[in-house]
């Protein structure tokens, strides 16, 4: 019932949405150029042969993606792989980093005659669909193609959980789409299958898969000559309100950190410039990368909010503070941090993340705090203490390169899907349509 009613209604609000996208776009969350993909548009041609295509909501499930896009192309010389997103931010992420036959789109809003063009014009064979982002036109105007769907790294944390159970014949429907559900560990699977899935596995978090984040050297050497000797520290994808907090932990450290360096990253690098007049008008002195301008020995906070240069300064400091988390936002990717020796803080909202807390807090590897008001004394605690930082890394740094083989279960986990594209043409090819599934039942029967 409420699916026929989102139907209903998503037919006949085509342009309120394309009020909320101009209005998006005026803010800089849209990119005016390619516009024109959200409603199922694209000057760029469907390429020939078998085509996967895999839906990522934004940065983090984007960065997940690549190892798993680099082993589907390396499997098939023929593939070609469509990504789409949401933002404006994971699509200039993927610009730089996906590799040659991978090519980005935006996602078509969820309005039935968007998701029609966009279907008509790429017809996939597959469609691989990261962590938990269900539209129900796209889901079911898909499916209804006989286009195979799979949900890869499915995450339902138990707040989602017990929000769907609210609604099960809705969530029964959405997860019926899909042929099979690959949860991140067992406890999503455990709630995957609660909810309605049928055929679910749990093949591991893709994100252990993902190489540490880059950073350049020459530039990670200026950072340190700018601040050489001085004790730091950084507050990582902090989203609004958190910037606050992290000044007011300067000021309170600051009498006993003489030369305190505070260096944040918003998570939203476009709010860099309000975050920076914000501080500056409480009386900080406040340097922003993106105005080109670099920390001095006067500077107290120095906002980075530059797209892409996260593994930069998770590189430069010792103690980060992991921002999402003293906000009612979920918390943000544990991993990233872990792999490159940090020693980490979070406050009390972490749900989105709450098995590899479980386990770093296990290992002792984290500095966990309720409220904005401990964050001061947190960080001072590990500045004050190198030998205490250095085993808290050490111990994140375990859980953060024990999951690595995530990727190739999860390939395993694909293969009745994927090996059948390497059999047919795709549907440019001489199949004409519905190629794994054709294929799939021909190796049964063979078999």
């Not at 139907?7 to 085509?14: E, I, K, P, T």
């Not at 990119?31 to 020939?48: H, I, K, L, N, V």
């Not at 909810?195 to 530039?219: I, T």
């Not at 989203?239 to 300067?250: L, N, R």
Request: aromatic share 6%; proline share 7%; with cysteine.
């Amino acid at each position: 019932m409420m699916l026929a009613f989102y139907r209903l209604v998503s037919a006949a609000v085509g342009p309120l949405v394309q009020l909320y996208l101009e209005r998006r776009r005026r803010a800089g969350k849209e990119d005016r150029a390619r516009m024109g993909e959200r409603f199922g548009e694209s000057e760029e041609d469907r390429p020939e042969g078998p085509l996967i295509w895999l839906h990522a909501a934004s940065v983090g499930e984007s960065a997940a993606a690549l190892p798993l896009i680099d082993r589907l192309l390396s499997q098939n010389p023929d593939l070609h792989v469509l990504v789409t997103t949401g933002t404006v931010t994971s699509a200039k992420l993927l610009a730089d980093r996906l590799p040659q036959r991978a090519f980005h789109q935006f996602v078509p809003v969820d309005l039935p005659y968007a998701v029609r063009r966009f279907l008509d014009h790429w017809r996939p064979d597959l469609t691989l669909w990261m962590e938990s982002e269900f539209w129900p036109n796209l889901l079911r105007m898909t499916r209804r193609r006989g286009v195979p769907m799979v949900l890869v790294n499915a995450r339902i944390s138990p707040r989602s959980y017990a929000n769907w159970r609210r609604f099960p014949l809705t969530i029964r429907r959405l997860l019926s789409s899909f042929e099979l559900c690959l949860g991140q560990n067992r406890g999503e699977a455990e709630r995957l299958t609660a909810l309605g899935a049928v055929k679910v596995a749990a093949p591991g978090n893709l994100k252990f898969s993902v190489p540490p984040l880059p950073a350049d050297e020459k530039e990670l050497a200026a950072l340190r000559k700018d601040s050489a000797g001085r004790p730091l520290w950084l507050a990582a994808s902090t989203h609004p309100g958190e910037e606050e907090m992290a000044a007011e932990a300067h000021r309170e450290m600051r009498p006993g950190f003489p030369g305190l360096l505070t260096i944040i990253v918003p998570r939203h690098v476009t709010r860099g410039a309000a975050i920076t007049r914000l501080l500056r008008g409480e009386g900080m002195n406040v340097a922003q990368r993106n105005a080109g301008e670099a920390p001095t020995g006067e500077t107290d906070i120095y906002v980075a909010d530059t797209m892409g240069e996260l593994g930069l300064f998770y590189r430069l400091a010792p103690v980060v503070f992991l921002g999402g988390s003293l906000v009612p936002h979920g918390g943000q990717n544990l991993i990233e941090p872990g792999q490159l020796d940090c020693a980490i803080v979070t406050g009390p909202h972490t749900f989105n993340f709450f098995e590899i807390i479980a386990d770093m807090r296990a290992a002792g590897g984290l500095l966990e705090i309720d409220s904005a008001a401990d964050l001061a004394s947190a960080v001072g605690s590990l500045l004050r203490d190198p030998e205490r930082t250095g085993e808290m890394a050490a111990a994140v740094h375990r859980i953060a390169v024990s999951g690595g083989a995530a990727i190739d279960h999860l390939m395993e986990a694909l293969a009745p899907f994927t090996v059948p594209l390497m059999e047919v043409g795709g549907k440019n090819g001489e199949n004409g349509g519905g190629g794994v599934t054709m294929a799939a039942e021909t190796s049964r029967a063979r078999a």
